[in-house]
Structures are given as C-alpha cells and as structure tokens.
C-alpha cells in the first residue's frame, strides 16, 4: 500500500503573482481534502508534519513569500515617499500677508504671483517679521495694495545647521532661535491676499430673557466680522517668549486638517478648547483677539468669512432662580446658527473663565444657590456640542487656574502659560514704543540696537560716546529694571504716556536720552517695592495665619496663600464675585 506523502509546494511560476489579491482573498481548502483526494486524519498530520519540516529546512509556501515582497515593496515605497517629501520641501516657509483696499475686486491669485514675482526679482535679503519695502514701484500691486507683511519661517531653525546659505541673519533668544533675515531665492512662500471690512461691524447682542429697564440691560456678548480693521497688526505687537504663538497658529493647523480628514473623534479626540492662563497684564485677551484674526487671515481658502464671539461670562448668570441655564442655552444656540455655515470660521472667546468653574464649585459646598451649578453644568454640555464641528475654535482666559473646575479643564486640548515678558521681550516692546514715536516725529529718528548687543551695556550705558550704543544701552537697562519688578506688559506700554506725563510735559521736543532717563524714574519711583522695617516684617509675622504676604510690580501688595485645596480657591472666588482673592 503506497503512503500517501506531502506533494511539493509549488514552484513561483505556476502561480499567477497578485500580492493585494492573495493577501486579502486566500485560496481556500477543505479541512478534509487535501491536495484534491479524501484522506484521514492520521493523513493530514503526516502531510501537515512534512510540509511543515520542509518550510523549517528554509523553503516557504507561495503565499508567504508573496507577503514578504509586499512587506519588503511597501518599505520600499514608503522610504521613496520619505526622500521625496524631504526633497520635495528643502526650503523654510515664508508666510506673506497681502492686505488689499477694502474695494479691490482684483482676484487673489493675480496678486499672489505679482507679490512671490517682486520679492524674488527686487530684494536680496527678506527680513522676517517686518513689512516689505519697495513693493509701490509696481502700478498692479500700488493700485490694489495696502501693505505686505512679511512673518515667521516655518522650518528655519532645523535648516539652520544644514544651509548657511538660506538664513542670513538670526538671534538666540534663550534656547531659542529668532530667525530675522532670509534668501527669497531659497525659501518656499505661503502667500494670503484678504480684504478688511471698510466699516468696523460689532453686534452686541443682549440677554432678552431677563426684565430688566433698559438702564440696566447686561450684554451677553459681541460678535465682529473679521477680518478687522481693529485688529490687524495686533498680532505683531504681542511679543512672548518660547514661541507661543506659532504653537497656538499651529493647533489650530492641525486641528483643522484632522477635521478634513473626517477623522473620528471617538478614536482621536480632540474638544477645540485652548486655554490662556497668567498673571493679570499679560495679554491674554488680546492674543485671542490677535489669534482669531490671524485664522481669519491664513485659513481664508477654506473659509471665506470668519467672525469672533465674545462672551461676557457675568451675563450668564440669572437674578431670577433657575433662569441662568436658559440664558446659557440661548447664547449657544446664538453661536450654533452661526457655525452652521460650512463656509464660516467662527472663534468663541471666553474671558475669565474661572468666574463660571469657580461659581460650580462654591455651590457643591453649598455656599452659592445651585442654579450657578446650573450654568456651569450647561456650559460644560454646550462645549462637548460644539466639538463635533469642525469649523468652531473656544478660546478661554483666566488669571487664576487653581479656581478652574477639574471638569472643564479636562475638556481643554491646549493649556498654555502667558507669563510675565522675559527682558528680551520687555525691550522689543519698549524699542516698539520708541519707533513708534520716531514715525510720528516726536523723536529724532535713531538706530537702536538688537538687544543681544544692547545688553552688554547696560552696566556703562550713559558713558558711551556713540549714540546708537548709548541709547541701546539705557533701553536695555530699563527693559532689565522692569523685568525685575515684574511689570506687566500692559503697564509698559503706559511708560511713555506717564514718563511725558510727570518729566517731559511742554511743548519743547526732548531727546530720545530724556525719554530713556524719564521712564527708568518712573520705574524706580511708582513700582519699586517698599521698603519694609523691622516693626512691619514682625506684625506680618504674627498675623500669618497661613498668608504671606508678596509684593508686585504694581505697587499694591497681595497675598499668597501657601496651601489650600483647589476647590475651596474656587469657593473664595465665586464668594467675591469673580474677583482675585489676593487682593485682600
């Protein structure tokens, strides 16, 4: 009786080759036949034991040697895209911003290769973070065009090591590297041409639930077309340390190409919340402001219109018990009319946030009616609403975020810190300032220097013979005297207005060294801090009680508390009403 043996696995040429077909659809074979003739179990074990000693002595069946070249064919592809896309991109992105006259009726695209055409035939050297000079000499773009920023380079500081040649000039601000200047010929350029409104439109719209006379009517919010007249070049003016805005601009990149990705949410979530939390004077507002323009201005291909809603969060609470739920549903029913156009980008900005968590958290201890749990319950609902759309960015603030609820902070994707400026920082905005009033020819018009050069000499900066380094120098020394005070940047861009206010008022034009001199007196005399005596130290001392007392830049003293529980911070500051318990 012959025994029946294992046939040999068939050679690669008796099998058509189809890696995608034979990897999704296998050929499939009884579980009782076997090479086309019925055998026993006791006959399939020997066929199976000998095809598998066979694969074992180095030899595979067809269908795995086709797995393997797909698996090797896909590395292959894959590495070929790789090269490619490195090709493909060698240079640093360039982002212009082209603002047309409010009638222009040009088409973009023309603009866009008239802007790209000028800058590569006319200017040797692109300075970033500038406007563009010397555009008005083309008749197109001099009958269309208002200005052209010039703004960060995407990809400068890995190609910064790699090609001399494309920067030409940058600052190391800490670890981190400022790219000023760039080669136009070696550098791929983002261009967005848009178009202002010409009359500033702000909708203010009011809580029409409540009975109140109309003296006493609270605005529930605002709504403004963008892009705005208002806010164009406040982008510029905000000046932050560790590249804070391009991580904002570039969440709100990525979260927009998840959408259009239609990426399910379920598996990769995200809730479109960024929250902006520091000391009071930092410009958290403003960068929010700044930021929903700046999406108006890039994302303007996918979003022809775009719009910000404010809202004030004071209004969203009921003098009559059990109302303020309604108003929180009526405010978002509001902003859902508005992100139902596909067409429109929309920016929800919530100012001060912590008086909405913090009111939660003082009712479930029982110190607030629970109609405050109400509101916050139903703005927590309204937020998860809102994160099925892909056309809508929630942009909150707060100065104090222990008093921020652990429910809505789970909610948030981006929390970020808007510190105090950084001396570098404090002189970009006080040379700012300055170079402003050289344009309006309240100052001599004067070169000031980078402050990688001013700051060392601060110490010798009034004994300088050249001017440039004297006046750098004093700048540089009163941008380090405020940072070790801790002025806001709010307060210091209020220098000028109090140091002409106090030194330099009358009519006679003062030199940029009477400015310098009249605000570092300013400086020393309104925010130095007190000097304290022996009595003062020893009364704080016995009147502790777990508060120490700190004093800041602003002259007022404030108190620290050294240990208390989150939700008893947010109990305090619902009890005063939103206002920051470290003023007491």
């Given at each position: ?8 696995p068939?050679?690669p040429s ?9 990897s999704?659809?296998p ?10 003739f ?7 074990s ?7 000693a066979?694969e ?6 067809d ?8 698996i ?20 640093p ?5 082209v ?5 222009s ?5 023309n603009?866009e290769y ?26 197109d773009l ?31 601000v ?18 967005y041409?848009?178009r202002?409104?010409?009359h ?9 639930l409540?009975?109140?006379?109309d ?15 208002e806010?164009d070049?406040?982008?510029?003016t ?5 590249n804070l ?11 927009t ?23 009071p004077?930092t410009g ?9 323009q ?5 994302m ?25 739920g ?7 029913d509001?902003?859902?009319k508005?992100?139902e ?15 909405l ?18 509101v ?10 809102l ?11 707060s100065?104090l975020?222990?008093?921020i609820?652990?429910a ?11 510190p ?5 920082a ?21 070169k000031?220097?980078?402050?990688q ?11 300088q ?6 006046y ?11 940072h ?44 130095q ?6 009595l ?5 001392t ?12 602003n ?13 008893q911070?947010?109990?305090m500051?619902?009890m ?7 003023d007491?």
């Amino acid at each position: 009786m012959p025994i029946l043996e294992a046939p040999t696995p068939p050679g690669p040429s008796s099998i058509r080759r189809s890696p995608r077909k034979s990897s999704t659809s296998p050929v499939k074979t009884p579980s009782n036949r076997f090479n086309g003739f019925a055998t026993s179990n006791s006959m399939q074990s020997i066929a199976s034991s000998s095809t598998m000693a066979h694969e074992m002595n180095g030899h595979h069946s067809d269908e795995e040697e086709y797995e393997l070249e797909r698996i090797q064919t896909d590395q292959e592809e894959e590495d070929a895209m790789s090269e490619a896309s490195e090709e493909d991109e060698p240079y640093p992105d360039v982002h212009v911003e082209v603002r047309l006259h409010p009638d222009s009726r040009v088409q973009d695209s023309n603009i866009e290769y008239k802007v790209k055409d000028h800058i590569i035939e006319y200017v040797a050297v692109l300075n970033l973070g500038e406007y563009l000079n010397g555009w008005e000499i083309d008749p197109d773009l001099l009958a269309h065009v208002q200005q052209i920023w010039v703004e960060e380079a995407g990809k400068s500081i890995r190609l910064m090591f790699s090609s001399n040649s494309i920067i030409i000039r940058a600052n190391t601000v800490g670890s981190f590297i400022a790219v000023r200047s760039i080669n136009p010929k070696q550098a791929n350029f983002q261009i967005y041409v848009y178009r202002p409104q010409r009359h500033e439109f702000i909708e203010d719209f009011n809580n029409e639930l409540e009975d109140y006379d109309d003296e006493d009517t609270v605005t529930a919010g605002s709504m403004r077309t963008l892009p705005s007249i208002e806010l164009d070049g406040l982008w510029q003016t905000l000046i932050y340390a560790d590249n804070l805005k391009s991580r904002l601009l570039n969440f709100c990149y990525s979260t927009t190409f998840f959408s259009e990705c239609l990426v399910d949410s379920n598996i990769i979530a995200w809730n479109r919340v960024i929250l902006l939390h520091g000391p009071p004077g930092t410009g958290k507002t403003s960068l929010c402001r700044a930021l929903a323009q700046k999406i108006a201005v890039r994302m303007r291909e996918s979003y022809p219109r775009a719009k910000l809603i404010e809202i004030n969060s004071h209004s969203l609470f009921s003098k009559w018990f059990s109302e303020s739920g309604k108003l929180v549903q009526k405010l978002f029913d509001t902003i859902t009319k508005e992100v139902e156009d596909d067409g429109q980008f929309v920016v929800v900005m919530i100012d001060e946030v912590e008086s909405l968590t913090a009111a939660r958290a003082a009712a479930m201890t029982g110190n607030e009616p629970s109609d405050s749990m109400r509101v916050v319950n139903a703005l927590l609902t309204q937020l998860d609403r809102l994160r099925v759309r892909k056309n809508v960015l929630v942009m909150t603030t707060s100065n104090l975020i222990d008093a921020i609820d652990e429910a809505f902070l789970s909610r948030v994707d981006l929390s970020e810190l808007v510190p105090l400026p950084p001396p570098e920082a404090v002189y970009s905005i006080l040379k700012g300032c300055i170079e402003e009033m050289m344009r309006k020819k309240m100052i001599k018009e004067r070169k000031l220097l980078e402050y990688q050069r001013a700051s060392v000499l601060t110490g010798f900066w009034e004994g300088q013979t050249n001017k440039i380094s004297r006046y750098s120098g004093g700048l540089a020394a009163l941008a380090k005297k405020c940072h070790e005070l801790q002025i806001s940047g709010r307060t210091l861009r209020k220098l000028p207005v109090l140091a002409h206010t106090t030194k330099l008022s009358g009519n006679r034009k003062r030199t940029l060294n009477d400015w310098i001199k009249a605000m570092l007196d300013i400086v020393q005399q309104q925010f130095q801090p007190p000097v304290k005596t022996s009595l003062v130290i020893a009364n704080e001392t016995s009147n502790g009680n777990g508060v120490v007392k700190n004093y800041h830049s602003n002259g007022h003293s404030h108190s620290r508390t050294k240990s208390v529980d989150r939700s008893q911070v947010g109990s305090m500051v619902a009890m005063e009403g939103g206002k920051d318990i470290r003023d007491e």
